[in-house]
């Protein structure tokens, strides 16, 4: 089936500091892909998306290009801030499901 | 106003306990979701209604029933909890199942402790 693969963390990094989380499927044809962000003790909001090849998501400073020929969607952002802490997830969207990958925790210092 | 909402927040319970967690949803979406958090954060959905009617229902124990009364509504209940069925529960709903770039918004979650 579809799935998604994500780097595993905790990734932390400084304030200010460039961020990449790699973001890799396996999918059947071409499917819409997302990133959400999950803040401490909260549910899951949609960061940003991407339905076709080399559609780039953009969101508060963070983007993702889909990228069809190395299956991809990272997501970086240029300069992070203690309050983009957070768990963020990858995901496709398989027939009628979201499919998620695993997380990857960021910590951001002061 | 919140748009996904879930009762309760928390819930501590023993096992063979039954309980349930509500969800509604007042963005008049088609869809509606439950999704499981485990400890270490991975998601999986474990079921999916459409206009009231089951589409997904991934292998997810018999003990666990969902009902949906109406399409603003979608009910979690589950029986003879044990302790492996801690975790926080997601309620989440889409505009329409199966659209491209459909995006899911999810409720706060509720965390089920089984002691």
């Known amino acids: 089936g579809n799935s998604v693969t994500q780097m595993e963390g905790p990734v932390t990094l400084s304030e200010e500091a460039f961020l990449t989380i790699n973001c890799t499927y396996t999918?059947?044809?071409?499917?819409?892909l997302f990133w959400y962000v999950q803040y401490p003790g909260e549910g899951l909001q949609l960061l940003l998306k991407?339905?076709?090849?080399?559609d780039k998501g953009s969101n508060k400073g963070f983007e993702a290009t889909y990228r069809k020929e190395t299956t991809s969607f990272h997501l970086e952002k240029g300069s992070v801030q203690v309050s983009d802490s957070a768990v963020y997830f990858c995901?496709?969207?398989?027939?009628?499901?979201?499919?998620f990958g695993a997380g990857t925790i960021l910590r951001v210092k002061s | 106003d919140t748009a996904v909402s879930q009762t309760p927040k928390y819930l501590v319970t023993q096992m063979g306990n039954d309980k349930s967690i509500k969800c509604e949803q007042n963005?008049?979406?088609?869809?509606m979701y439950w999704y499981k958090q485990d400890s270490k954060k991975f998601l999986k959905i474990m079921f999916s209604?459409?206009?009231?009617?089951?589409?997904i229902n991934e292998t997810v124990p018999n003990r666990f029933s969902p009902k949906s009364p109406d399409k603003a509504h979608l009910n979690l209940h589950i029986n003879s909890l044990e302790l492996g069925d801690s975790a926080v529960y997601f309620c989440?709903?889409?505009?329409?199942?199966?659209?491209?770039?459909?995006?899911?918004?999810f409720g706060q979650g509720t965390r089920l402790t089984v002691v």
């Open positions: 995901a496709l969207m398989d027939g009628n499901k979201l499919v």
């Open positions: 963005l008049g979406h088609d869809t």
């Open positions: 209604y459409n206009n009231k009617e089951l589409i």
């Open positions: 999918a059947t044809g071409y499917p819409s």
């Open positions: 989440a709903s889409s505009l329409r199942t199966g659209w491209r770039g459909t995006e899911a918004f």
């Open positions: 991407a339905t076709k090849a080399d």
